[in-house]
């Protein structure tokens, strides 16, 4: 009888999956990461925190969807310091009168939270900085999803942390896949691997933006953190594939539904519909159509979604 054990590394195998597939596939599980509910923007935004300290902030504004996970990441993280938050919104206003997922939490930290239309966004985040500065704070405005140098280097960081997982496995993945949003996981993930001289092609899966801009602003925050970290080497194309984005950010499809479902039949992986879901859809489309070739080591960047998973339409399920 088959046992499960415990392992050190955010580095696992997917046996079954792989078998069913015929590659080498594995998981780097950034839901696990240890912090503000785990996820890619948990490991922004620890180094995002590291610069407003070293600027002198005490307070945080940042804006995302009514389930954005980096707004949750902030709301708990600046509860952690006890400095206020203000998250500045967009979605719908009834989530407010029951809030669950990722709202529940930003409101249990303590956040302020405003609801606001798309086109209102700059106007309500500049109101939020002017209303703490009148408190005599100092606030820190930080990009919506984390999209900034400092979230950029937090990837590069997790290029150095895969590469002692991949030593400690004697292992090397020649494809990772993950989901691409606002880019800056993109970004500092291919920034990384070029540091480290790793040719691992990096494919980002978007859950929300079509090209050509998707591949724009991942190819603008890639340019920056090379020219931050002077890496010398070549730069990689970028690879920003909006395939699989469906109708569009939250929106689900049959094929997303199908790939959550067997990740956690299979695996007992669980993944959401925003976000990874759409990345291992993308990834099962990629080697059924032989993209991926037979055999290849390929790693999925489980980027989190557990909270968009518990909070989203239950008829789907």
Same mark, same amino acid.
């Given at each position: 009888?088959?046992?499960?054990?415990?392992?050190?590394?955010?580095?696992?195998?997917?046996? *079954?999956?792989?078998?069913?597939?015929?590659?080498?596939?594995?998981?780097?599980?950034?839901?696990?990461?240890?912090?503000?509910?785990?996820?890619?923007?948990?490991?922004?935004?620890?180094?995002?925190?590291?610069?407003?300290?070293?600027?002198?902030?005490?307070?945080?504004?940042?804006?995302?969807?009514?389930?954005?996970?980096?707004?949750?990441?902030?709301?708990?993280?600046?509860?952690?310091?006890?400095?206020?938050?203000?998250?500045?919104?967009?979605?719908?206003?009834?989530?407010?009168?029951?809030?669950?997922?990722?709202?529940?939490?930003?409101?249990?930290?303590?956040?302020?939270?405003?609801?606001?239309?798309?086109?209102?966004?700059?106007?309500?985040?500049?109101?939020?900085?002017?209303?703490?500065?009148?408190?005599?704070?100092?606030?820190?405005?930080?990009?919506?999803?984390?999209?900034?140098?400092?979230?950029?280097?937090?990837?590069?960081?997790?290029?150095?942390?895969?590469?002692?997982?991949?030593?400690?496995?004697?292992?090397?993945?020649?494809?990772?896949?993950?989901?691409?949003?606002?880019?800056?996981?993109?970004?500092?993930?291919?920034?990384?691997?070029?540091?480290?001289?790793?040719?691992?092609?990096?494919?980002?899966?978007?859950?929300? *933006?079509?090209? %050509?801009?998707?591949?724009?602003?991942?190819?603008?925050?890639?340019?920056?953190?090379?020219?931050?970290?002077?890496?010398?080497?070549?730069?990689?194309?970028?690879?920003?594939?909006?395939?699989?984005?469906?109708? +569009?950010?939250?929106?689900?499809?049959?094929?997303?539904?199908?790939?959550?479902?067997?990740?956690?039949?299979?695996?007992?992986?669980?993944?959401?519909?925003?976000?990874?879901?759409?990345?291992?859809?993308?990834?099962?489309?990629?080697?059924?159509? +032989?993209?991926? %070739? %037979?055999?290849?080591?390929?790693?999925?960047?489980?980027?989190?979604?557990?909270?968009?998973?518990?909070?989203?339409?239950?008829?789907?399920?």
């Amino acid at each position: 009888m088959s046992t499960l054990r415990a392992r050190s590394s955010f580095l696992e195998p997917l046996p *079954r999956i792989s078998d069913d597939l015929g590659i080498d596939l594995r998981v780097m599980r950034d839901d696990l990461f240890p912090m503000t509910g785990g996820g890619n923007k948990a490991r922004k935004i620890l180094k995002i925190l590291q610069e407003c300290e070293e600027r002198g902030h005490n307070a945080l504004v940042t804006t995302g969807g009514t389930q954005s996970n980096h707004a949750r990441v902030t709301a708990l993280a600046a509860a952690r310091k006890g400095w206020p938050c203000a998250l500045v919104l967009h979605g719908d206003h009834n989530e407010l009168v029951e809030p669950r997922g990722n709202l529940l939490l930003m409101l249990m930290a303590g956040a302020s939270a405003q609801i606001v239309s798309p086109a209102e966004i700059g106007q309500a985040m500049r109101s939020a900085m002017d209303g703490l500065r009148s408190e005599g704070l100092r606030p820190c405005e930080i990009p919506g999803g984390g999209h900034s140098l400092a979230g950029c280097l937090a990837y590069v960081e997790a290029a150095d942390e895969l590469r002692e997982h991949c030593r400690a496995d004697s292992w090397q993945p020649e494809w990772l896949i993950h989901a691409s949003g606002t880019g800056a996981t993109q970004a500092g993930l291919v920034a990384g691997l070029d540091r480290i001289h790793w040719p691992t092609r990096v494919i980002g899966i978007s859950v929300a *933006r079509r090209n %050509p801009r998707g591949t724009e602003v991942v190819e603008r925050a890639y340019r920056e953190v090379r020219s931050h970290l002077a890496v010398s080497c070549d730069a990689s194309p970028i690879d920003f594939r909006d395939d699989w984005v469906g109708q +569009g950010y939250e929106q689900a499809d049959a094929s997303v539904i199908d790939a959550i479902r067997r990740a956690a039949s299979r695996e007992g992986l669980i993944l959401d519909p925003t976000y990874t879901g759409k990345a291992f859809a993308g990834l099962l489309d990629l080697v059924a159509s +032989g993209e991926i %070739p %037979p055999g290849a080591q390929v790693l999925f960047w489980h980027t989190g979604g557990l909270l968009n998973l518990m909070a989203s339409d239950h008829s789907l399920w």
